[in-house]
């Protein structure tokens, strides 16, 4: 099945679904479109990463088990190359595939079965991300963050984050004194309202970390609290 | 310390580990009364020691014993063959001092009768001379006698005129006829011939084992007269003999014994050596390297043991293989169960949602049965996901995720979670918590599951009373109880409880849909922990659920910060 845009409604951003079973697709068209998404298609692994340069989408919905490609590897692939917020869908509920799919470089998940509600609210959180924008310049240690430009510097080299990464530093480096629990850091960067997976934080925070940190091993940006959370360094 | 009354220091020495307290330097003198109790103490806390060492020792002593089949073969040999030897040796020892002796003593007989028969000859007339002549007479036949030599090799001789109470000796040596034996000599002087073993010095004043012969010697004269002849043969070289060969057997003796011990422990060593690398073996296969072999050397009792080990080792590895790869189909088995059955589920559940959404545009029958459709699906996904879980466990794929974290907010997280559904049932939740953190290396998701499960059913079966929750810590364990004041449990039900598919009361309504898994579930999530999830309950008392864990993962629990059954019960309260 090549891509194919269908063009409705008041168009809140486009879409790429990346999934093999003909049902699901069309029927997260549907929610999707419902929503006011523009959605696109892919059922075929092997095609999605032409089809992602292609359509330029907004966010990719991106099922982990497909044939001719393994979704993890297209993750990993999409990341080289852009910074779009990706879910994935996953029917595993096993945590190691969960890790796996947020070190290849997904921003968060879904786990079916899930409801339209679950999905929207995270489609929606993620295209959210960098809409309010003040005029604002934080700095946790040597690392300078320039909001409004979403450009993160370290002795004036720029340090490409993803838009979720750079949400989880500044929300840690608006409040250097306090310390972020998980549940907290979820609420505030992911937009989750009730404790959902604390695995999302961990893993976003060790590739947050192997990015700003000079050693990944003892960080001075993004320091554990043990028991507790995390809190930035200090500035 | 200071004062060191006698009773005080008597109660003090009951203690056998002792520690050595200093003493002040300016200590007060002390009466000899004091001193001697002092050195009374001493003597019985050397005493006590002495015996606790040697005590000590000999259970060490035992305990090799009992621990090595090598020392205990090789002890015993050695004391066998020891015994064995000594006997032997002693025997041979004797038979060659006999025959060294015998053939010593035949030839000084020998040489002494035809030396009697030469001082007959010589002395045939003695008697009828005078002193002087007889003396001179004596010596020379000494001297002649002692020249001839003979077969015996050296010796002394000794000749004595005895005429009454008179006796004049002469003799080639002087010291011999002072170390001739009284009884020696009575015989002789009796008319017979006799022989004595003595210890005569020598030159050099040396006591030498000696063989002394004696004779009377016929003269012709009057009865009262006699010449009386000894002879001395000296058995120093017979003694410097029997000196080596006593030597030579005890240094065989000892060369021997220890020889054969030696064999002993060699021949045991490659007995036991084989067996302790079975043992070895067989302890690594247990420890789960299952591809442990031995190797098998020659055709013995010892290869077979080896041959057997490995066939076992093989049997053992095999069926494990097989089960893993069981357990292995298992796990994929529910892995694609889970992606195959979620994915169309995920397909039914969106669109039921979209129509659920809608059903205000329904008449009223299809509007009811979107409802319906919803909520069994929602059913449906618990159901499944619980059987999911447990075919997990079933499959040994559970993995547990600890990490560090405070247990106060994770409770309170739960409650939170769970306050519509007490909301509903008008039952109040009451919280315990300490004021400080109790931060504990657990697995959250698994915790607070094990969480919601509990206060779920408390609040299901607690008739609306008060459910309580309380946390407690000790250094080592955190505990969680939920106390209901419900219908309770028989012990019966408390028996069955965690059972799959177990329901208290099979007519009860169940207003939040359980699987029957969860309590199953919870069980395995504090098994996977370390921990323990118990129950207690009295039939009308409610019920109290208990989950404990290690504060530590991987640490063993050895009690609960918490009692199982709740410190106070109030009497039973009829309800209608």
Redesign the interface.
């Given at each position: 099945m090549p891509p194919s845009v269908p063009s409705q409604g008041t168009n809140r951003g486009r879409v790429l679904v990346v999934d093999d079973?003909a049902?699901?697709a069309e029927?997260?068209g549907?929610?999707l479109r419902?929503e006011g998404y523009e959605p696109a298609f892919v059922s075929d692994g092997a095609r999605a990463v032409a089809a992602f340069q292609q359509l330029r989408p907004d966010l990719v919905l991106l099922d982990l088990?497909l044939p001719g490609r393994n979704g993890l590897q297209i993750c990993a692939d999409i990341r080289t190359t852009s910074t779009v917020p990706i879910v994935m869908l996953t029917?595993?509920?096993?945590?190691?595939d969960i890790v796996q799919g947020l070190e290849a470089g997904a921003d968060d998940y879904v786990t079916?079965?899930?409801?339209?509600?679950e999905?929207v609210a995270r489609v929606r959180a993620q295209l959210r991300r960098g809409e309010s924008v003040q005029a604002e310049s934080l700095a946790i240690g040597d690392v300078q963050i320039d909001v409004p430009a979403h450009q993160v510097t370290r002795d004036g080299t720029a340090i490409g984050l993803t838009p979720l990464e750079f949400d989880l530093l500044v929300a840690l480096a608006r409040k250097p004194r306090q310390v972020f629990?998980r549940?907290l850091l979820l609420e505030q960067v992911w937009g989750y309202r009730?404790?959902a997976?604390?695995?999302l934080v961990n893993v976003h925070v060790q590739r947050l970390r192997a990015k700003v940190e000079r050693d990944p091993e003892n960080p001075e940006v993004v320091l554990t609290v043990?028991?507790?959370g995390y809190k930035a360094g200090p500035p | 310390m200071s004062t060191t009354t006698g009773d005080s220091a008597v109660g003090d020495t009951d203690q056998v580990p002792r520690v050595a307290v200093p003493r002040p330097p300016d200590r007060p003198r002390r009466s000899p009364s004091e001193l001697r109790a002092a050195v009374r103490r001493r003597l019985r806390r050397t005493r006590r020691r002495a015996i606790v060492r040697t005590g000590r020792l000999i259970r060490r002593a035992v305990h090799a014993w009992r621990g090595s089949l090598q020392l205990r073969v090789g002890a015993i040999t050695m004391l066998v063959a020891g015994v064995l030897v000594v006997v032997v040796s002693l025997v041979l020892f004797r038979q060659i001092s006999d025959q060294l002796l015998g053939a010593k003593q035949r030839a000084a007989i020998a040489q002494s009768l035809s030396g009697v028969q030469y001082a007959q000859s010589e002395v045939g007339g003695i008697a009828t001379g005078d002193s002087a002549s007889i003396r001179s007479t004596l010596q020379r036949t000494v001297e002649n006698l002692q020249s001839r030599g003979g077969a015996a090799g050296d010796f002394d001789v000794v000749m004595v005129y005895r005429s009454g109470d008179d006796e004049r000796p002469a003799s080639s040596r002087r010291d011999i006829w002072a170390a001739l034996p009284a009884d020696l000599r009575a015989q002789v002087a009796d008319g017979s011939q006799a022989y004595r073993y003595a210890p005569v010095s020598d030159a050099g004043g040396r006591p030498v084992p000696t063989l002394l012969v004696g004779a009377p010697v016929p003269t012709e004269g009057q009865s009262g007269d006699r010449v009386e002849v000894y002879f001395a043969f000296p058995l120093d070289q017979e003694q410097a003999t029997l000196e080596g060969i006593r030597s030579t057997v005890g240094i065989t003796c000892v060369v021997l014994t220890l020889f054969v011990a030696g064999i002993g422990v060699l021949v045991t060593r490659l007995v036991v050596d084989p067996v302790r690398r079975a043992a070895g073996g067989a302890q690594r296969l247990a420890e789960g390297h299952l591809e442990e072999r031995l190797a098998v050397r020659g055709e013995d009792d010892l290869a077979r043991l080896a041959t057997s080990f490995n066939a076992m080792a093989d049997s053992l590895q095999r069926q494990i293989t097989q089960l893993e790869g069981l357990s292995q189909l298992q796990q994929r088995f529910t892995s694609d169960v889970s992606h195959e059955l979620r994915t169309p589920l995920t397909t039914v559940q969106m669109a039921a949602s979209v129509l659920h959404e809608a059903r205000e545009d329904f008449d009223p029958a299809v509007a009811r049965s979107a409802e319906l459709l919803q909520n069994e699906l929602n059913r449906f996904e618990m159901l499944l996901s619980d059987l999911l879980e447990i075919s997990r466990y079933d499959a040994g794929a559970a993995v547990l995720e600890p990490e560090p974290q405070d247990l106060v907010p994770l409770v309170a997280r739960v409650v939170e979670g769970m306050s519509a559904l007490a909301a509903r049932h008008d039952c109040e939740l009451r919280v315990l918590t300490p004021p400080v953190p109790v931060i504990a290396e657990v697995d959250g998701r698994r915790v607070g599951r094990v969480l919601r499960n509990l206060v779920g059913n408390a609040i299901e079966h607690g008739r609306g009373e008060p459910v309580e929750i309380t946390l407690a810590a000790s250094s080592s364990a955190a505990a969680i109880t939920v106390r209901d004041h419900g219908i309770g449990l028989t012990p019966a039900d408390a028996q069955h409880v965690f059972d799959r598919f177990w329901r208290a009361d099979a007519s009860r309504v169940r207003t939040i849909g359980g699987s029957g898994l969860g309590l199953s579930i919870s069980l395995e999530d504090a098994r996977l922990h370390g921990g323990w999830l118990q129950v207690w309950g009295l039939p009308g008392q409610g019920a109290q659920f208990r989950l404990t864990v290690p504060m530590t993962a991987g640490a063993e629990l050895t009690s609960s910060p918490l009692p199982l059954r709740p410190p106070f019960l109030p009497p039973v309260r009829s309800r209608s």
């Open positions: 079973d049902a699901l029927m997260l549907i929610v419902r088990m029917a595993k509920g096993d945590t190691i079916k079965p899930f409801k339209p509600v999905l629990t549940e009730h404790a997976d604390t695995r043990r028991g507790v | -």
